[in-house]
């Protein structure tokens, strides 16, 4: 996203979006890559209600909480673009908030990588990471990522 600063994240997070709602996809692609035809979609509220769920020390992925929307929407998959989108949402609107944080800092992305579009930065979720007791550690040499270090024993069940 860009010129965060000039946005109204909160009001974009309460936006009626006509979500949550199923889209049956009949593009065959898509339905061998995510394994089904049934598409949920999630209203940016409704990540950053779950994300909010989250406890210090403990973790999620956007993947995680995407399987948690379409197995309880009753879907195949939820559409990977809009979680993303609507993750960041709600991260922007927690910055911009005086009271009722949402700790986004502790929804990662796949693999365990840390979120580059979050407020701050991954400079930023990194030092929040690492004050609730995660190692971070970085791949690559050009185009270098962070990550947190053995993820998988820090995630939090949504179900």
Do not use: C
Not at 1 to 17: G, P, Q, R, S, V
Not at 115 to 123: A, D, T
Not at 143 to 148: A, E, W
């Amino acid at each position: 996203m860009a010129n965060e600063d000039k946005k109204d994240f909160n009001a974009m997070l309460h936006k009626d979006t006509g979500m949550p709602k199923v889209q049956i996809v009949t593009d065959e692609k898509t339905i061998q890559k995510y394994g089904g035809s049934r598409m949920y979609f999630a209203p940016p509220l409704y990540y950053d209600e779950v994300m909010k769920r989250i406890p210090e020390g403990r973790l999620t992925t956007v993947g995680e909480i995407r399987s948690y929307f379409a197995e309880n929407g009753h879907a195949d998959f939820t559409d990977p673009i809009t979680a993303g989108i609507f993750v960041s949402i709600a991260a922007w609107a927690s910055y911009q908030r005086n009271e009722d944080i949402t700790p986004y800092w502790r929804t990662l992305k796949a693999n365990g990588e840390l979120n580059p579009k979050y407020p701050g930065g991954v400079e930023a979720q990194k030092e929040k990471l690492e004050a609730e007791g995660h190692s971070v550690g970085q791949k690559g040499r050009t185009n270098i990522k962070y990550y947190v270090k053995d993820f998988e024993k820090a995630l939090y069940p949504l179900t």
